[in-house]
């Protein structure tokens, strides 16, 4: 049972957020919402009138339209193509179309462009599409799911201005995040869901970040932790001019990642920002061996690896949580113990030899299992029944048992809920506190900010800019990521700065 | 936990009867419709079926298929579609015959060296395959059919009198120079017929299969790039080599297939030497869910139903009947898998997520009480 007993009213004109923990059952409610589901029991009413929807036709026709976390937009159509596609009946598909989007752009301060491909937009501009799309098959009620998910600060505050139109001019949204500054910042009315049900509501004007949290997980949050530096100057992991070049899907050689250099001392997180895209993907696969650079040097606790194969870099000791767990870190139909061997099947206990040792290897998922707090039923069902949060656990503690000295954090929060969140932060503290070095790349500046030492930002496959987690704020290090500043960041007005979780680390944050 | 793990093996008993029961039943449809009864021929076949020459016979014949079977299963395990094991088994086994043919060395001598070369010849024809799939992005299930028709085109130009070929007495057939008597392989002395010795290798050949697929690191770094070749590169395994090592295996393993033929039957390769017995070996593989014992099952089945048409023509059927059951089967065969699978995957995640719900409910109400 993903939701029973969910109580909901949104009212019109308002944004209406609904919080809860990833696997709360937001997602859920949603598809139900919007027809893609249908619920066992309970009503829904639009409007004071009883509505059954059974799919996204019905729930669009009673003027109620969702815009995705994954974009639906074909790449290689114009925004107009895209707008019209499915929908050529309304108004066409030529210039009446064209008319009505420009209109419904300007109501609602969109700014949209008609002819240009949707694959020359950034994810701000294809939000937006996906936003008009809705709007033009007459949605009065949109649902959005985490819609902020993908985007920089700045282009967060220009969305939250949107949806402020929006309400202004009648409509209703229903935001769905587990930001909750965000949230606190943008919401009329604010529903909590935890364990696929309602458990209150709250009042945007008089809730503080910390009660929402706690609110959502249902207990008190873990109590923040002053930062004490552990770092030496030891280096870890030194790279040097790592540069690596690939053919995009047009046929052009691109510098994917260009001159990177950087050293990680033992006991230190370096922390990489960037929107995604800039190279960070592809400057983990150089590290782990996957791609090989056209030029550069890496060095491992004093050895060069720069050509040594991934299995080697592993034994070596380089742990990596993957930015994507199901392509990368996980086999989704093998059971949980065989997950465990994944990637280090040729060290102790998994193998003895040539031969895999099965009994110490489940023993041992056994420990993993209860150190790490996975929640499962055991240790031989499959990866992919367990929920995001507890997959990203087991990977963790896996990469944990081998006593890495490197750890690759690539996004190692996302998708988890507010619980495994914080494990995985002290988790990762307290490597660093003896002696491990940590690459962390993650789109959340909060978590980045907080758990960094050293910060550099990513930019179109170079390390353009460097700040100091103590003092930067996320605005600062966003405009860094969209190119506009660079070099060494400094933080600027330490008073003028209105977001609430610009002064919170993850220590104390909810997501 | 134990009442998945039980479930599991339910829902994977389930899928091939299932195939195997909805073919019986599509097949009754075929014979109705051409006018005869189905379920006659069905007790026909059944009682063909069960005698003890046709016990001996489906044991011979099956011994083959089961090397067939395993010699694609390898391939399946990782995700390769090796097609060319029909042409892998035909040149091994030919070379095979014309190694054997020419030398006459003591049998515990010359018989390793026979099969020997039919798996390094079948290794290496595979193995074209996976060196093409790496280098060049070639798909293996384009070269290795391309590779059964080289296969065949090689064997028939060598395959004649004057070169390794000879026509025989009666000269109706050519065939490579016969085996020595001692390189002819042992058998089981049953009655009316012997029971071919190399059924042990076989089987040898099964244990070996499931001991390097679930008990060594090789195995796990093989099965991991079938199930994810991504996530297998993420984990250090060399997916390239991985791709050309199990071609190499999946075609050493070809070229035993010829061998019970070769070594307990013809002694020769001739012009009489059974054909597609690679095709036949993925339908097996895939009936047994690649499983060591479920190829062995579905081997045993193939060779019962072969039988039973035999029987079949002498009563008034079409003798083809058997090949619509089998073809209908290996059709049943890939949708059902995939149905139960499906079903299994989320029938696991919701008990997952009810067994989890259970526990903080429990959870929730020690901390409410204390």
């Known amino acids: 049972m993903a939701n029973h007993d969910i109580d909901i009213t949104v009212r019109r004109g308002t944004v209406h957020a609904l919080v809860g923990e990833n696997g709360a059952g937001k997602s859920t409610l949603m598809k139900i919402l919007y027809g893609m589901q249908k619920p066992d029991e309970g009503t829904i009413a639009v409007d004071g009138e009883q509505v059954t929807f059974n799919n996204p036709g019905d729930a669009i026709a009673r003027g109620v339209g969702m815009v995705h976390q994954h974009f639906m937009l074909a790449d290689n159509l114009t925004v107009l193509e895209n707008v019209v596609l499915g929908s050529e009946k309304l108004y066409g598909i030529g210039d009446k179309a064209r008319a009505k989007i420009k209109e419904i752009s300007e109501a609602y301060g969109l700014g949209i462009r008609t002819d240009v491909l949707v694959e020359d937009l950034g994810v701000a501009d294809r939000q937006r599409v996906e936003i008009l799309k809705v709007l033009y098959r007459g949605a009065r009620t949109l649902i959005l799911d985490e819609p902020t998910a993908v985007l920089v600060p700045q282009e967060v505050d220009a969305l939250f201005d949107n949806l402020r139109e929006l309400k202004a001019e009648g409509l209703t949204v229903i935001f769905i995040s587990h930001k909750l500054g965000e949230v606190l910042s943008v919401a009329d009315d604010i529903t909590v869901i935890r364990r696929g049900t309602t458990v209150g509501t709250a009042d945007p004007a008089h809730t503080t970040t910390k009660q929402l949290a706690e609110l959502m997980v249902g207990s008190e949050l873990p109590s923040p932790e002053t930062r004490e530096s552990t770092v030496t100057d030891v280096p870890m992991l030194t790279v040097e001019d790592l540069s690596l070049s690939a053919v995009d899907p047009d046929g052009v050689v691109r510098a994917v990642l260009d001159g990177v250099s950087f050293t990680i001392h033992k006991g230190e997180v370096l922390g990489i920002a960037g929107v995604e895209g800039n190279g960070q993907s592809e400057l983990v696969d150089t590290i782990m061996g996957m791609r090989h650079p056209d030029r550069g040097v890496l060095t491992l606790d004093g050895t060069d690896i720069s050509t040594a194969p991934t299995r080697k870099r592993r034994e070596d000791g380089i742990g990596c949580i993957p930015e994507d767990r199901h392509r990368h870190g996980l086999l989704l139909e093998a059971p949980l113990w065989e997950n465990r061997i994944l990637g280090h099947v040729t060290e102790k206990p998994n193998s003895k030899g040539a031969i895999l040792d099965l009994k110490a290897a489940r023993r041992d998922t056994e420990r993993i299992v209860r150190e790490y707090d996975v929640r499962t039923p055991g240790i031989d069902v499959t990866a992919a029944s367990l929920s995001g949060g507890n997959q990203q656990k087991l990977i963790v503690g896996r990469e944990m048992s081998h006593a890495p000295k490197l750890l690759i954090a690539a996004h190692p929060t996302r998708g988890v809920d507010v619980g495994a969140q914080a494990q995985i932060w002290d988790q990762i503290r307290d490597a660093r506190r003896e002696g491990l070095a940590v690459l962390l790349i993650s789109a959340d500046l909060d978590e980045l900010i907080g758990l960094s030492d050293t910060l550099r930002v990513m930019y179109r496959g170079r390390l353009v800019a460097d700040a100091d987690p103590a003092t930067i704020t996320p605005e600062e290090l966003g405009s860094a990521m969209t190119g506009a500043a660079t070099g060494h960041l400094e933080h600027e007005s330490p008073e003028g700065d209105s977001r609430p979780e610009a002064t919170d680390g993850p220590e104390d944050e909810a997501r | ?370």
């Open chain 2, 1 to 370: 936990m134990k009442k998945i793990d039980k479930e599991r093996l339910l829902l994977g008993i389930a899928a091939p009867l299932l195939a195997v029961v909805a073919a019986f039943l599509i097949t009754a449809l075929v014979l109705a419709a051409t006018g005869k009864e189905p379920f006659s021929a069905f007790g026909i076949m059944f009682d063909y079926g069960v005698k003890s020459d046709s016990q001996v016979y489906i044991i011979n014949k099956a011994t083959t298929y089961y090397l067939a079977g395993l010699a694609v299963a390898i391939g399946f395990r990782m995700n390769l579609f090796n097609i060319g094991v029909d042409g892998q088994y035909r040149l091994a086994a030919f070379f095979a015959a014309a190694v054997g043919g020419a030398l006459t060395l003591p049998g515990i001598v010359q018989i390793p060296l026979i099969i020997i070369t039919a798996m390094i010849v079948g290794a290496m024809w595979a193995g074209i395959a996976g060196v093409l799939k790496t280098t060049r992005g070639v798909s293996e299930v384009v070269s290795t059919i391309m590779l059964n028709f080289i296969a065949t085109a090689i064997i028939g130009y060598l395959l004649q009198p004057g070169r390794l070929g000879h026509l025989d007495a009666a000269g109706t057939e050519v065939a490579t120079t016969p085996l020595p008597e001692s390189s002819h392989f042992f058998e089981f002395p049953t009655t009316p017929t012997p029971i071919i010795g190399f059924v042990v290798i076989a089987a040898i050949a099964g244990v070996a299969y499931w001991f390097t697929l679930a008990r060594t690191r090789f195995g796990f770094d093989l099965r991991t790039v079938g199930r994810s070749d991504t996530a297998a590169a993420a984990s250090g395994v060399n997916v390239k080599k991985m791709v050309v090592t199990s071609m190499l295996l999946s075609g050493a393993m070809a070229g035993l297939i010829g061998m019970p033929t070769l070594l307990n039957e013809s002694y020769a390769y001739g012009s009489g030497f059974p054909l597609g017995i690679g095709f036949t070996g993925i339908a097996i593989a895939l009936l047994g869910r690649n499983h060591p014992v479920g190829i062995a099952l579905s081997a045993i089945l193939w060779a019962f139903l072969e039988r039973g048409a035999q029987q079949l023509e002498f009563e008034g059927y079409d003798r083809e009947i058997v090949g619509v059951m089998q073809g209908v089967i290996v059709l049943c065969v890939v949708i059902a898998y995939e149905v139960v699978r499906r079903f299994g995957l989320k029938r696991q995640q919701r008990r997952v997520g009810e067994k989890l719900a259970a526990q903080a409910r429990t959870n929730d109400k020690t901390e409410v009480s204390a």
